[in-house]
């Protein structure tokens, strides 16, 4: 967990009294730009213009078989309003994609059992999955890496540790895409 807090800019420290005093372990994760503005008062015309400009929450599932980048990566969309289902197994995640029909797939590629390119085939072959935002969150980075990602259906292709800026950025964009494609 100390290296995963670590690549999103974060710390981790532990404490203890003593023996048999028991432990604290803390981990402080950076806040995102913009975050907690506004949250003290004010209200009136510029909390609506804040909330007009804020994107909706996304469904979105987290396929890695690493599960504390997993977690990580879950506990920072959950933190931003998303709502976040995570597998660790890409045929459970190609099982449950068709009752949970996400807006948004974030897929590792180096998946075992079949990999996240041959999973984003299948989710783009499922008509309750084919029109979901598919991206790729991997260590695979070079040029022939992204042309096979972009092949197998994905829509964009992100690095580990992922830029998660660069993410909230595609999720604001999926989020405002949604809004205005919902009637009324």
């Known amino acids: 967990m100390k290296s995963i807090t670590e690549l ?3 710390t981790v420290s532990c404490s203890s009294a003593g023996e048999g005093q028991g432990s604290t372990f803390t981990i402080c994760l950076p806040r995102m730009a913009g975050e907690g503005e506004g949250q003290r008062g004010g209200g009136g015309e510029d909390d609506a213009a804040r909330q007009a400009q804020q994107p909706q929450s996304l469904s979105i599932m987290v396929v890695d078989d690493n599960a504390d ?3 990580m990566l879950g506990m920072l969309l959950e933190s931003s309003g998303h709502r976040v289902s995570i597998e660790h197994d890409a045929l459970r995640a190609l099982a449950r994609s068709t009752a949970l029909r996400p807006d948004v797939f974030l897929l590792d590629i180096g998946l ?3 990999d996240g390119n041959e999973l984003a085939r299948r989710l783009r072959g499922q008509p309750e999955t084919a029109q979901a935002v598919i991206i790729a969150v991997t260590g695979y980075g070079q040029e022939q890496d992204r042309a096979h990602s972009l092949g197998a259906g994905f829509d964009h292709h992100l690095l580990k540790p992922v830029d998660f800026q660069a993410l909230s950025g595609l999720l604001a964009d ?3 895409r949604r809004a205005r494609a919902r009637p009324g």
Request: aromatic fraction near 0%; glycine fraction near 16%; charge should be negative.
């Open 174 to 176: 999926v989020s405002a």
């Open 69 to 71: 980048a997993a977690a």
């Open 8 to 10: 999103h800019g974060g």
């Open 112 to 114: 075992p059992e079949i």
